[in-house]
């Protein structure tokens, strides 16, 4: 199995060296890991040039694009994704292709790091019970931290969707017209907790607005993003 890992990445020199590090120290290796520099002004690029991976540019700002420019790019049979401030596990990939067969799609849970133990305990099972309700009304909740694609059937269907946000989970409900979209409970990605830094009732208000279809302002002004 030929897996290529896309990272997205807008000005993240501070987080990517330690998404990076995760990626490369998987216990199944990546065919091959790219991070889309999505019009950064720092220094995105020359981080991810010193790792030895491949470095796509994608002008046009937002994360929709920069995971699709990922998602053309790739040269594997199954296109993993995960965010710049987020560090995976190292059995991560090796959980997901376990699961594989059968599916057009895979996704797990997210965790805060660099938080209260409390914090990152809430983080997880919330999003866990989360996960599994959604799947048991037969919603998919793809997260862009933490999915992997079968890029041919991805690729059918079109690939993201042009939106300031939720374009992971819209992805998602396409693909399940094509096939079996298969959440993976092991296979978890821990995440900054920078989403929080306007509460954690801000933070789920935006999530409800974000389920119901309305992800305008998800990252509030100048968010990262932006169209």
């Known amino acids: ?80 994704m995960t965010d710049a401030d987020s560090i995976p596990l190292p059995t991560w990939l090796q959980s997901l292709a376990r699961h594989a067969e059968g599916a057009v799609a895979l996704y797990g849970p997210l965790r805060f790091y660099g938080v209260s133990p409390w914090t990152a305990f809430v983080s997880e099972w919330g999003y866990r019970a989360f996960l599994n309700l959604m799947a048991f009304l037969g919603k998919p909740n793809l997260a862009g931290a933490n999915m992997m694609l079968l890029r041919e059937a991805t690729l059918k269907v079109g690939g993201f969707p042009e939106v300031e946000a939720r374009e992971d989970v819209l992805l998602g ?24 830094k306007g509460g954690w009732g801000r933070f789920l208000a935006q999530q409800v607005k974000n389920l119901l279809g309305d992800p305008r302002g998800y990252f509030g002004e100048g968010g ?3 169209r």
């Open 1 to 80: 199995m030929r897996i290529s890992v896309v990272i997205p990445a807008h000005n993240e020199e501070a987080f990517l060296p330690k998404a990076l590090q995760a990626v490369l120290a998987q216990t199944l290796p990546p065919f091959e890991v790219i991070v889309v520099d999505n019009a950064s002004t720092d220094r995105t690029r020359e981080v991810a040039e010193g790792f030895g991976v491949r470095v796509v540019y994608c002008p046009r700002k937002g994360v929709a694009y920069a995971r699709q420019a990922g998602l053309l790019a790739a040269r594997g049979e199954w296109v993993a």
């Open 224 to 226: 990262g993003r932006e």
């Open 173 to 196: 409900w396409k693909l399940k017209r094509m096939g079996r979209v298969r959440y993976v409970p092991e296979a978890l990605v821990l995440t900054s907790p920078r989403r929080l």
